[in-house]
């Protein structure tokens, strides 16, 4: 079966310092990948997608890359700030089968920056 | 815009109590999602809808049911709640879908307990 896993330890980091987040799956090749940020006690918002033929995408300080051959998604978050701390979820876009694009999410990596 | 509100927030049942929990968009998106998230476990998809009047089985449906009478509600029922369906519940709504990937915007989540 389709498997995602993201760290379950938590990441820990100075301020300033570059986060980098892995997401592997197995089994599967999405087209698409997506990640979302997850604070305590909220809903995951939407941060970056990144096709399959797309090295890598950024976005201000957010940097992810997408490598189909090593089934692995690299997060990055440059210049690191304690406001950056959540948990980040990788979600893998199986592709539009049955009526929807069927989503499938890791269970996340929780990221404290600290100053 | 207020984009995905849940109601309650908050909820504790006694096992065999039946609930229904509410879902609201008002960003005209065509497709809506009921999530469940687990510690240590990805998001799970529950059930979904790809328009108004059309409801369709996701990941773990089983316990629950959906109906989406207007296009920017999507309400999830519990008939008959069980200590397993302890769970944050998550809606989330996507513009349609397709050959591409689109981003899901999520509700504030529903935490309920059953006793």
């Known amino acids: 079966s389709q498997k995602i896993e993201q760290n379950s330890e938590a990441l820990n980091i100075q301020e300033g310092k570059t986060a980098t987040l892995t997401c592997n799956y197995t089994?599967?090749?999405?087209?698409?990948l997506q990640w979302y940020r997850q604070d305590p006690g909220r809903g995951p918002v939407f941060l970056l997608l990144?096709?399959?033929?797309?090295k890598e995408k950024r976005k201000e300080r957010l940097k992810v890359t997408f490598d189909t051959t090593l089934k692995q998604s690299l997060f990055h978050i440059t210049a690191s700030q304690p406001a950056d701390s959540a948990t980040y979820l990788c979600a893998l876009d199986k592709g539009f089968s049955g009526g929807y694009n069927k989503l499938i999410f890791g269970a996340g990596t929780r990221l404290a920056v600290h100053p | 815009n207020a984009g995905v509100t849940q109601t309650p927030k908050f909820r504790v049942l006694k096992t065999g109590q039946s609930m229904t929990l509410l879902c609201a968009q008002d960003m005209n998106h065509e497709y809506m999602y009921w999530y469940r998230q687990d510690p240590g476990m990805g998001l799970r998809l529950i059930h979904y809808?790809?328009?108004?009047?059309?409801?369709a089985k996701g990941e773990v449906p089983d316990g629950y049911n959906v109906s989406r009478l207007k296009k920017q509600n999507f309400l999830l029922g519990l008939e008959s709640a069980a200590p397993s369906q302890t769970s944050v519940y998550f809606c989330?709504?996507?513009?349609?879908?397709?050959?591409?990937?689109?981003?899901?915007?999520f509700g504030p989540g529903t935490r309920l307990t059953v006793t």
């Open positions: 089994n599967y090749s999405p087209a698409y």
């Open positions: 990144i096709r399959e033929n797309e």
């Open positions: 989330a709504s996507s513009l349609r879908g397709g050959p591409i990937s689109y981003e899901q915007y």
């Open positions: 809808s790809v328009g108004e009047g059309t409801t």
